[in-house]
């Protein structure tokens, strides 16, 4: 069966806009406060990557991980989020965001939240992740936390 997604927000998914403090020596942005965010959602590792011009990453899930998406530029990614969880009130909804250096944001991405992204800013883009989890658990010896829908041809998670 292949579900219809309803263009709509989704539960726990939470965009904050990132402002950037501008002086003669570049600029200052906050990307994380612990003041903002309920306690179990506090970051356990940070990671930043590099993607390039019209590539894509994902779609893929969590399923007890929280990310932290910062993206704040040099270059602007199209976001597609769609609600995998069957019990949330916004089960398939799907959202599409665009964030980066003309809109700079945070993006919190809940465990059950397909999500993926796509460099579409025309130059190389740089994007920080602050999860709630370790990757592969503690020195890295548990399980992955990581369902990839993109190795699968039969995907309904369709990055358009």
């Given at each position: ?16 806009d990132?402002?950037k403090?501008i ?6 942005a ?6 903002e965010?309920?306690?179990p959602?506090?970051?356990?590792m ?5 993607t390039?011009?019209d590539?894509?990453?994902g779609?893929?899930?969590h ?5 932290y ?13 769609w609600?995998n ?12 965001l665009?964030?980066?250096?003309n809109?700079?944001?945070?993006l ?21 992740n602050?999860?709630?989890k ?22 309904v998670?369709?990055?358009?």
């Open positions: 069966m292949n579900p219809t997604f309803n263009m709509a927000e989704i539960n726990g998914v939470f965009v904050k990132i402002k403090h002086d003669e020596r570049g600029w200052l906050e990307l994380y406060r612990s003041d965010m309920d306690e959602l506090f970051p356990q940070a990671y930043i990557s590099l390039m011009p590539i894509r990453r779609p893929h899930e399923i007890y991980q929280t990310d998406f910062c993206f704040l530029g040099p270059s602007d990614f199209k976001i597609i989020l609600d969880r069957k019990n949330s009130a916004t089960y398939l909804n799907k959202m599409t665009f964030l980066g250096e809109k700079p944001a945070a919190m991405v809940p465990p059950g939240v397909v999500h993926a992204y796509k460099n579409v800013g025309g130059k190389n883009g740089l994007v920080i602050a999860a709630n370790l990757y592969a658990g503690k020195m890295k010896k548990s399980e992955i936390d990581e369902i990839r829908h993109e190795s699968n041809p039969d995907t998670f369709i990055f358009d």
